[in-house]
């Protein structure tokens, strides 16, 4: 099960001329990468009334971005389209820290995943690892569970009878 998580929509005027790059992405990239990325939805829809192309991505939290393609290069467009991919539709602000030291640390600055793998970031669900913050320590039995368990044992050692 994947999340979707943005839905771009690539409005594509395929009679302008200038559209050249935009075509080679539609006709060659846009099947890949909707192959590889299943949480994004992506919907291409050529149009005769926009005279350029362009991406608008819609987010779950409804916003929507608009990009447009006119004279971009293939590459350019796949990078535009990663971006739009790996962003949250929330606006992009500067974290400001509340406090100012006129003589920052040498040493540089420390976060909870300064040793950690890269990997613990990037992740698909469901995932086949569990989390580092489950328990290591095999789950205990719950009581109904024992209860059947010591039933079946009377049962079988035969000195419980049914009537």
Do not use: C
Not at 9 to 38: M, S, W, Y
Not at 95 to 106: A, E, L, V
Not at 112 to 127: A, R, V
């Amino acid at each position: 099960m994947h999340v979707i998580r943005a839905a771009l929509a690539v409005v594509a005027g395929l009679q302008v001329t200038a559209t050249l790059q935009h075509r080679d992405f539609v006709e060659q990239d846009i099947v890949p990468f909707a192959e590889k990325n299943p949480q994004v939805v992506l919907y291409v829809t050529p149009h005769s009334k926009y005279t350029y192309p362009k991406v608008v991505a819609e987010f779950l939290n409804g916003t929507k971005r608009k990009v447009d393609l006119n004279n971009l290069s293939r590459e350019d467009i796949i990078k535009e389209i990663e971006l739009l991919r790996t962003q949250s539709g929330l606006d992009i602000v500067r974290i400001r820290k509340q406090w100012h030291t006129d003589n920052p640390s040498i040493q540089g600055y420390w976060h909870p995943f300064y040793n950690k793998p890269t990997e613990l970031n990037i992740e698909t669900f469901p995932s086949q690892n569990p989390t580092l913050s489950e328990p290591r320590t095999p789950r205990l039995p719950k009581l109904t569970e024992k209860l059947i368990d010591e039933l079946k044992e009377i049962k079988d050692s035969g000195k419980y009878r049914d009537k």
